[in-house]
């Protein structure tokens, strides 16, 4: 069993930046595989971005490329989110999420983790 908590959500201006953290417990961090989604009120999960298992590939939604930089470190058992040049609509619950096991063209698909933290709120005012 995986637990995952995340942390660092907040309330922010246009422009600002915020760092999103993941804290694993459970079995063999270093063996999962780390992505992040958001949701905001009214709309569905989407995914943000994944990392793989030793960091070394990451892949991100378009609409957060070049702004956001997933990250881990598997000594703390620990995955982040950077995200930069907040926009209004990054507003929305920002999510955890590992799976073991995942074929390449699934990590976009919210359905094909296992493992979710409760979420941390992000707010970017105009």
């Known amino acids: 069993q995986v637990q995952l908590v995340e942390s660092g959500g907040g309330l922010v201006q246009t422009g600002d930046s915020l760092r999103l953290s993941c804290a694993a417990s459970g079995r063999a961090f270093s063996s999962l595989r780390m992505g992040w989604f958001r949701q905001a009120p009214g709309k569905e999960r989407e995914f943000v971005a994944h990392i793989s298992q030793n960091g070394i590939s990451t892949i991100y939604a378009d609409s957060v490329k070049g702004r956001f930089t997933i990250s881990r470190d598997n000594a703390k058992n620990t995955v982040y989110l950077q995200m930069n040049s907040l926009k209004p609509e990054d507003t929305a619950a920002y999510f955890c999420?590992?799976?073991?096991?995942?074929?390449?063209?699934?990590?976009?698909?919210?359905?094909?983790?296992?493992?979710w933290g409760q979420g941390t709120q992000v707010t970017v005012s105009s």
């Open positions: 999420a590992a799976v073991y096991l995942l074929r390449n063209n699934q990590y976009a698909d919210s359905k094909a983790y296992n493992y």
